[in-house]
Every structure is written in structure tokens, then in C-alpha cells.
């Protein structure tokens, strides 16, 4: 049988004369996906990519899966094709529905021609596909409004195809048209959860670590690179960037007023991320912080922290509750890693009574004590890029 693959767009729809540029990159991340999947041909009409088995290699399964994290495409479906003719469509409705509505009750069909050349009109379609299914299993009952499984059958310009139930995909827009944006991820609950967002608005995503060997482990490090390596079925990432902290936590710690600690490091860490990104051509820097969930995510210490870059800081958690990110890093797989017990880096010499409403004037001077040009310079040598795969 004659089975492939239909991707629905979705947001794609509504651009105007920038359009074909993304589906140009929605075909290219799929045509990536394509020949890790044994080979699909790919083709975009009617606001939907049909994507077809090249050969006996093309695996089906893995492909429908992959797809379904793939930015840009809200619903996909597994269809069978046929020839654009009354006898084919029935024909394929033998082979091929007994199967889709198996186990269940009630079907209705519905049909849509978008070739208007074709005979039948859409009501007949459905009536005559109805028929078919009603001769193959007696036993099931027309429900056209609320049915176990509704099957559609679509006239489109080169063929005909019936299928069952989309299935809901990543929604978003393709990864790559937004630009670049530099992750900084922690061994935490929010910042994958942060990353997937961003590319879900069509960022490629770099993420950028903070380690502080020896006070935290390679463990607590390679816990952050598996994170990385969870969310890149959507955001499509390959590589991450590892940069130590040490000297700076270590100098903090040696100089300054302690109440200030969690917000001179995090200056460091957005200081040190923007030369990252800029170096790497990305525009954005991208957080978990949520407003008000602890000390250093208040707006005046958000303030504070944001204040030392000139990029634009995207925090798309800002506004959701802890129960809403949570929920989200459960649906894209991070949830159960997140929550391994590891050390980060800010949690390492941490204040006893962190300021929630900093005094900048008194920020500045604890900076002042250290010599922030030469600490930044050193920290950033320390960079490094790991391979995710
Ligand atoms: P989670 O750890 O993902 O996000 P959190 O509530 O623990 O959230 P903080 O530790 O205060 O938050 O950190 C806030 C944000 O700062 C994180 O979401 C992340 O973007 C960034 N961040 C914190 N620690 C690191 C780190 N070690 N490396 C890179 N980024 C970090
Ligand atoms: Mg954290």
C-alpha cells in the first residue's frame, strides 16, 4: 500500500511575501530528517508537506515521530494515496480504512476537493467512502458529529488520499527564522524548558553552560549536555559551549560583600554570554528566569542583571508559574533529568539573605573591588564546544 506522510503548516500561513522563505526552511530541516529516516522526497503544496517513502529503506514510523517535533508544522497524518479517480479512492478505502478504525464504534467521513474538476462532489465522496466502510465492517455506525474516528479523504492537485485522525505536532515556526539565540542552560527545571520555547518561536538555539570545577562535578556537567541532548529533537541542536567559572566565583567570594554574591555572578554569566553570542553571529541571550521565584528574579535584580548587556534578553518562562514550566519540561522529556540531584554553579557559595531589591550604586561598587575586564577575559579562554552526538 501506498503510504506516506502529510504535514500541516501552521503559522507559515499567515505570512505574506516572506512565505517561501519559510518553507524553505521548513523543507530543509525536513529533507535533514529525511535521510536520517532512509529517504523521503518532500513536497510542499497547498499549505502542506507531503512526504513520500523513496524506497524500502524509508522508515515510516521513525519519520512520523521525528516530524512531530519539527517546528512550523501543527498537525501530521499517515495517509494512503491513490490515483484521482471514483474507482481508486474506493479501492483504497477497502484496503486501507478497515485498519484506522479498528477497535472502534462509530466513523463518519468527510471529504474535501480542492480539484474541482473531479466528478463527484465532496458529499458524494463521503457518502460513497461511507458505503465502502459499512460493506467491509457491518458492525460500525455512522456518527457524523461527535464519532470514534472521523476519516477524511482529501482531492488534491496530483492525487487522492484518505487518512484518520491528525495527530497534534510542535506548532511554532521553522528553527532559523528568528536568527540565533545563545541558551544559557542549567542542570535545571526551567532553562530547557526555556530553550524549547525559543525555538519554538524559530531560534536556533546555542547552549551555553557555566561550570565550576571542582566545586561541582563532570557529572553535574554531563547532566547539562543531556539536557542539551533532550530538547534538540526540536530545537535542532548539535553542538553545546562549556565555560568555567571558577576564578570569578572564587574572587567573589574573596572580595565582596556576600548579601551581593548570586548578582555580581550573573553579571559575569550575561557579560560572558553576550561575547559568546556575538562571536557566534546570535542576537538574543535566552534565560529560565521567572519573575519573583527567587531573590536574584525580581524585576529590580533582573534590572540589575540584565542591565550589563546590550542584546536583548528573552526569559519566555518570566510569566508562567512553576507548575506551568514543570508541566511543559514534562511534555518535551527534560522533567526527569532535571531533577537529579546535582550541584550548579549557583548554588555554590550561596548568600544567606540575597538581595531581592539590590541597591545598584552598591552592586557597581562590589564590582568596582574586582577587576571585572581581566576575571571576564580569563573565564572566557576557558571555553570550550562539546559535540551533543
Ligand atoms: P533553572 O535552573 O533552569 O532554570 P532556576 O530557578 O534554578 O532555574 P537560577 O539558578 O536562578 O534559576 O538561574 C536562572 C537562570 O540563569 C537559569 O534559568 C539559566 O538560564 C541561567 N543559569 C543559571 N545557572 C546557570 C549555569 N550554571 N549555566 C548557564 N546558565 C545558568
Ligand atoms: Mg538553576
Not at 457491518?138 to 479523504?153: A, G, Q, S, T, Y
Not at 518570566?318 to 514543570?326: A, F, H, N, Y
Amino acid at each position: 500500500m501506498n503510504e506516506i506522510i502529510l504535514c500541516k503548516y501552521g503559522e507559515i500561513i499567515l505570512k505574506g511575501a516572506n512565505r517561501p522563505h519559510f518553507e524553505a526552511l521548513l523543507s530543509r530541516e525536513l529533507k535533514r530528517r529525511a535521510a536520517r529516516h532512509g529517504g523521503f522526497s518532500v513536497r510542499v503544496s497547498q499549505s502542506t508537506v507531503s512526504l513520500e517513502p523513496q524506497s524500502e529503506a524509508s522508515d515510516l514510523d521513525g519519520m512520523f515521530e521525528s516530524v512531530l517535533t519539527v517546528f512550523g508544522i501543527n498537525a501530521a497524518v499517515r495517509a494512503t494515496v491513490c490515483e484521482k479517480t471514483p474507482e481508486a479512492i474506493l479501492a483504497a478505502a477497502r484496503e486501507y480504512l478497515p485498519e484506522q478504525l479498528a477497535g472502534c464504534r462509530t466513523f463518519g467521513v468527510e471529504a474535501k476537493r480542492s480539484d474541482k474538476a473531479f466528478p463527484w462532489k465532496s458529499p458524494e465522496i463521503a457518502a460513497r467512502v461511507g458505503g465502502v466502510i459499512l460493506e467491509a465492517l457491518p458492525r460500525l455506525k455512522v456518527d457524523l458529529e461527535k464519532p470514534d474516528v472521523m476519516i477524511r479523504v482529501e482531492i488534491r492537485d496530483r492525487y487522492a488520499c484518505l487518512h484518520g485522525p491528525q495527530k497534534k505536532a510542535a506548532g511554532g515556526i521553522p528553527i532559523g527564522s528568528s536568527g540565533r539565540g545563545v541558551l544559557l542552560l542549567s542542570g535545571g527545571i526551567d532553562s530547557p524548558v526555556a530553550g524549547y520555547m525559543m525555538a519554538k518561536r524559530g531560534m536556533q538555539i546555542l547552549p551555553l553552560h557555566f561550570d565550576s570545577f571542582p566545586y561541582t562535578s563532570e557529572r553535574a556537567r554531563e547532566k547539562v549536555m543531556r539536557l542539551a541532548r533532550l530538547i534538540s529533537p526540536y530545537t535542532c541542536t548539535r553542538r553545546a559551549a562549556v565555560l568555567s567559572l571558577t576564578e570569578i566565583q572564587e574572587a567573589i567570594r574573596d572580595t565582596c560583600d556576600e548579601d551581593y554574591f548570586t548578582l555580581l555572578l550573573r553579571r559575569f554569566m550575561m557579560h560572558l554570554a553576550e561575547r559568546y553570542a556575538r562571536e557566534n553571529d546570535a542576537g538574543a541571550l535566552i534565560t529560565g528566569e521567572s519573575l519573583g521565584q527567587v531573590a536574584s528574579q525580581t524585576t529590580p535584580a533582573l534590572a540589575a542583571t540584565g542591565g550589563i548587556v546590550s542584546l536583548p534578553v528573552f526569559r519566555p518562562c518570566i510569566g508562567l508559574d512553576k507548575e506551568e514550566i514543570v508541566s511543559l519540561s514534562r511534555r518535551i522529556g527534560t522533567f526527569d533529568t532535571s531533577i537529579e540531584p546535582y550541584e550548579d554553579c549557583c548554588t555554590v557559595f550561596t548568600p544567606r539573605h540575597p538581595k531581592t531589591r539590590p541597591e545598584l550604586a552598591k552592586l557597581l561598587a562590589e564590582e568596582g573591588k574586582l577587576d571585572f575586564p581581566a576575571l571576564a577575559d580569563r573565564a572566557y579562554a576557558t571555553l570550550q564546544t562539546v559535540s551533543l552526538f
